[in-house]
């Protein structure tokens, strides 16, 4: 995987770069979040990304307003229902991340205890 | 045992020796009932002889009240000593013998119960029962029939009226009554002092006679009586229960709630952009998110492979399969002169049934020549179906020829054609509606055509209803003048009115139509009634409408021969020249497209599922009340008779001298066909895409990129003559010539040339219309110069789109425009460089003259590089003396000239 990071269209190779700006930036993380923002935005593909606090709430869109209150509820509460649905399961266990393919887009959402990250990406361009 | 049966066998058979038959019969033991649960009885029969011997007989001596009698042992003996075997009560014998008493009993057995006539009990016990029946054992005997039907049967209760059995004086000693008089005290103050303040104060209890009262203690006879007896009474009642319920009612209330999505403020978000958690919540999500991005961007995991693998086996096999094959032909075998087919329509809603319009095959001198021959013949558009190749369905009567129709998207019963003399002609076709719709499910009718001979079967089709005559035509006057080369309904979705501007249309049909014509206009028009000016008028319509004939509809009356286009626009080509002569339109509009064929087909399904047929009581627009909608594209594609592809506007602007209405200029003007331009389509699939077809070649465009074509065709060898896209292939279209060929464009395999070409027929085709019959089979009419209607079957490779066919036809137009742009910008830096060269060789010149005027000072060289034609002497005499200094250097090397010399030529270098 490291090796096909590398090939990806980012200049920086990716693991590295990771650990990198939380290094350098720590004085700035308004700077910082907006970086890792572009960094997922200018991957191929990507038509928005969303982050979403824990109420469901988006925090930083690129999509216009109406869409992107649409795709916090809506994702929210599918990732909530996700997440108890592999705690029930298994109540030691946890959603890691959440990855919706659909005929147009591939839509993902990485969750945590406070924020989700929702990615919409075209996969087949 | 067997020794004793010997002797009594002898014995009997000694006294019965005259029978020896019955002494076998002898032998058996006399037959009692045991089976029956009767072991005592013996039956019997008695002959009427015995009967009388023993006083016994039927109905005299033994009766029903009296069924048995006793009969003394000694007479039986004596019987069968005197009768011996013939006496009836031989087969007892033994019995008799054995009895211990005297008498024995013998019972008239009158219902056959024991199956003779009379039975002999043969035990004491047994006559003693008989004679004293015991009790017990008959009821016991009943008692254990009963049991089983006491079980199995319920008898539920039945109520019985109420009997007095003296309870209810019992009742009534029992009640008690009030016996005293109540008394009634009333206690009364004073209203002042209701409610007033009381005050208490200690008081001496025995300063004030009868302040004080005791009440001491002290026992009462009355109730030092011991109660020994108590006479209780008591009544079961039903228990009852009242109780109300009442419900509540609810009714439809009308109640809203908005709400709106929680937001953060942008402070919030900014603080929150800031906090910790979520800078280390990107961190780390982001990296699972780009891992997942890259997987993507690598591969697609869920590419269907069976899908592309199916795809490619598909359009192998096919490939050989690439030719239209023909399906079906009509031509019009009645009509006596030779017609040519101007315009070909599928009906929208009946699968199979194809409109096609004829003209006759003239020249326009010829045309006028024969005028008044042409009069006497009907100018048709016919209806055909694939089920009757020879007869036409309908035939729609025209004032003159009809060289393009429409069906009305909404109503497809309502179709709007146009003249060769400049008129519009609208038919109702409602009232034939079922007629056209039974054929498709009339193919046992067909059949049955078949089966009749020709003349039996053309009268019935040919007189009646065929012809239908149009039911409203514009006015010769006001409309226009020349043949009208084509005609679209505008949408159901909007309406334009007089200036051009474009309102949303309510009424939801489609209700304006748009011509070109020869004369160079285009006019748009509404089939609604205008405002009438006075009430008058519309009396007078009334009255006219008395007049018409029977069999015309009445939907468009108020239009017939007084019918005004609502607009004209005039494409005017300046001043001097002659305008533009407009004969193909294509408007940017929905409708157009067959992607909302579905939605027209509902709509009409609407329409004749409702009663009222919207198209009967037409009101005129609400263009008025509606604001209009300013960000409509008013824009529209024209092709020309001289091959211009022109794109302007329908909306008209008020000229600033006159305050007229003036249409405005032309967005743009190219020519680029070479004849008459008799395509002009929009693509099926992009809304943008328009194909033009003219002359001897074709031109793709798209709206709003209007430097140029984005594909234009080199000349063909023969004429273009009409033309169509693909309704399935976003990147096919077809092209109909003047030999009868058909070239076949495919923008995914050639962009040069037409992908393949097939023979149709020997002349011109004149229209190409292809249809979508279901998902695997479409069909394409192509019609000739000569009247015939070919339909053909379009192959799998040309009808089926592969996957991607969208997309990759719209990086083609991508590409194109991107292409065009190209150009464009290289024009523009072409222009600079020339005009840096230019420059630049401007600038060598100076500097050289400029070289030379200080070397050589000559006094008229100064002013070279202001004026040209001094700047070309110089030149020639800076070439003729560079030329003078060569033949030196030459001659001084040949060593023709002297050495000294030589410093005039170091002087020039």
């Known amino acids: ?125 | 045992m067997a020794p004793k049966q010997k002797q009594k066998k002898k014995s009997s058979r000694g006294k019965k020796s005259p029978k020896p038959i019955l002494a076998a019969s002898e032998d058996m033991e006399p037959v009692n009932m045991e089976s029956m649960g009767h072991p005592e009885i013996y039956p019997l029969v008695l002959t009427t002889k015995t009967q009388e011997i023993f006083n016994c007989r039927i109905d005299e001596d033994v009766t029903d009240e009296q069924p048995y009698k006793l009969i003394n042992k000694v007479d039986i003996f004596e019987d069968l000593r005197n009768r011996a075997a013939v006496s009836d009560f031989h087969p007892v014998k033994k019995i008799v013998q054995e009895y211990p008493g005297n008498e024995l009993l013998l019972v008239y057995d009158k219902d056959f119960k024991y199956g003779l006539n009379f039975y002999l009990i043969g035990t004491e016990e047994g006559k003693e029962n008989y004679l004293n029946p015991p009790e017990v054992p008959e009821e016991q005997e009943e008692y254990k029939e009963h049991i089983p039907e006491d079980v199995y049967v319920y008898k539920p209760p039945v109520s019985k009226p109420w009997v007095s059995l003296g309870s209810e004086k019992e009742i009534e000693e029992e009640s008690v009554m009030e016996s005293t008089k109540q008394i009634t005290y009333m206690i009364s103050q004073k209203r002042s002092e209701f409610g007033a303040p009381v005050k208490f104060s200690d008081q001496n209890a025995s300063s004030v006679k009868d302040a004080y009262i005791e009440c001491t203690a002290y026992p009462d006879k009355n109730f030092t009586l011991k109660q020994l007896e108590k006479d209780v009474g008591m009544q079961v009642i039903p228990q009852i229960k009242d109780t109300s319920t009442q419900t509540e009612w609810t009714y439809p209330k009308n109640a809203t709630t908005q709400y709106y999505p929680r937001e953060f403020s942008e402070e919030e978000k900014e603080t929150l952009k800031q906090s910790k958690p979520l800078v280390d919540f990107l961190n780390n999500a982001s990296i699972s998110v780009e891992i997942a991005l890259q997987q993507n961007e690598i591969m697609n995991t869920f590419t269907d492979d069976w899908k592309y693998l199916a795809e490619e086996e598909g359009t192998f096999g096919d490939k050989t399969d690439t030719h239209l094959k023909e399906y079906q032909s009509f031509t019009d075998l009645h009509s006596p002169t030779e017609k040519m087919i101007t315009c070909v329509s599928w009906h929208p809603t009946i699968y199979g049934l194809i409109a096609v319009s004829v003209a006759v095959r003239l020249s326009f001198e010829d045309r006028v020549y024969f005028s008044g021959k042409l009069l006497l013949q009907p100018s048709l558009i016919l209806f055909w179906s694939f089920s009757d190749p020879i007869h036409p369905q309908l035939m729609l009567e025209s004032p003159d020829d009809i060289f393009c129709f429409k069906f009305c998207p909404s109503d497809p019963n309502i179709i709007a054609g146009g003249c060769i003399n400049g008129q519009i002609v609208l038919w109702d076709i409602t009232a034939h509606a079922d007629r056209i719709e039974n054929i498709k499910a009339g193919d046992s009718r067909s059949k049955k055509a078949t089966l009749k001979p020709m003349f039996l079967l053309e009268p019935e089709s040919n007189t009646e209803a065929l012809y239908i005559r149009h039911c409203a035509v514009s006015s010769i006057e006001s409309g226009h003048k020349k043949v009208i080369t084509d005609i679209h309904w505008l949408s159901d979705t909007f309406e334009i009115n007089r200036m051009g501007s474009v309102f949303e249309n309510r009424s939801g049909i489609c209700c304006q139509l748009v011509t070109c014509s020869a004369d160079c206009t285009i006019c748009f028009w509404d089939i609604r009634p205008q405002k009438p000016l006075t009430p008058q008028t519309t009396e007078k319509k009334k009255e006219e409408s008395i007049e018409i004939p029977f069999d015309v509809p009445s939907t468009f009356l108020h239009l017939d021969l007084s019918w005004k286009p609502l607009s004209k626009i005039r494409l005017s080509k300046g001043e001097t020249s002659l305008d533009y002569c407009p004969t193909r339109i294509s408007l940017n509009e929905d409708h157009l497209l067959y992607k909302t064929e579905d939605k027209t087909l509902t709509q009409s399904k609407i329409v004749k599922t409702g009663e009222m047929n919207p198209y009967h009581n037409l009101e005129s627009g609400m263009a008025n009340l509606l604001k209009p909608i300013d960000d409509f594209c008013t824009k529209f594609f024209v092709g020309t008779e001289d091959g211009e592809v022109i794109y302007t506007d329908w909306k008209m602007k008020k000229d600033s001298e006159t305050g007229r209405l003036m249409p405005k200029k032309p967005v743009s003007i190219h020519t680029i066909h070479d004849g008459t331009v008799h395509t002009v389509q929009r693509s099926p699939f992009y809304n943008d895409i328009i194909l033009t077809v003219g002359g001897w070649n074709m031109a793709i465009w798209k709206e709003g990129v209007m430097t140029g074509p984005l594909l234009q065709s080199c000349c063909a060898p023969k004429m273009y003559t009409s033309g169509h896209w693909s309704l399935t292939r976003p990147g096919v279209f077809y092209i109909g010539r003047e030999d009868g060929y058909i070239d076949i464009w495919d923008l995914l395999e050639k962009t040069h040339e037409p992908a393949q070409s097939q023979n149709i027929c020997i002349t011109m085709i004149t229209y190409i219309k292809p249809w979508i019959f279901s998902a695997k089979q479409q069909f394409i009419a192509i019609a000739d110069y000569y009247g015939t209607l070919r339909i053909l079957e379009i192959p799998w490779t040309l009808s089926r789109p592969s996957t991607n066919e969208m997309t990759s036809v719209n990086h083609y137009f991508e590409r194109e425009v991107k292409h065009l742009e190209y150009v464009e910008q290289r024009k523009n830096i072409r222009e600079q460089e020339k005009k840096e060269m230019e420059l630049e060789m401007e600038k060598k010149k100076i500097i050289s003259v400029f070289y030379r005027d200080v070397l050589f000072p000559i006094p008229l060289r100064q002013k070279t590089y202001q004026k040209s034609k001094e700047q070309m002497e110089a030149e020639l005499k800076m070439d003729y003396e560079s030329y003078l200094e060569l033949e030196k250097t030459v001659l001084i090397n040949l060593g023709l000239l002297k050495v000294t010399e030589k410093g005039s030529y170091m002087d020039v270098v």
């Open chain 1, 1 to 125: 995987m490291n090796k096909w990071t590398n090939t990806g269209q980012e200049p920086e190779p990716l693991p590295s770069s990771v650990p990198g700006p939380t290094a350098t930036d720590l004085g700035e993380p308004q700077a910082e979040v907006e970086e890792t923002l572009k960094r997922i935005q200018s991957h191929k593909g990507v038509i928005g990304t969303v982050v979403v606090n824990a109420e469901g709430i988006p925090i930083r869109t690129t999509l216009d307003n109406s869409t992107t209150v649409q795709y916090a509820g809506l994702l929210h509460q599918l990732t909530m229902k996700a997440k108890s649905t592999v705690r029930d399961i298994d109540p030691q266990n946890d959603l890691t991340f959440l990855r919706i393919r659909s005929k147009k887009h591939e839509i993902m959402v990485a969750p945590d205890k406070e924020y989700l990250l929702i990615v919409i990406q075209n996969p087949c361009e």
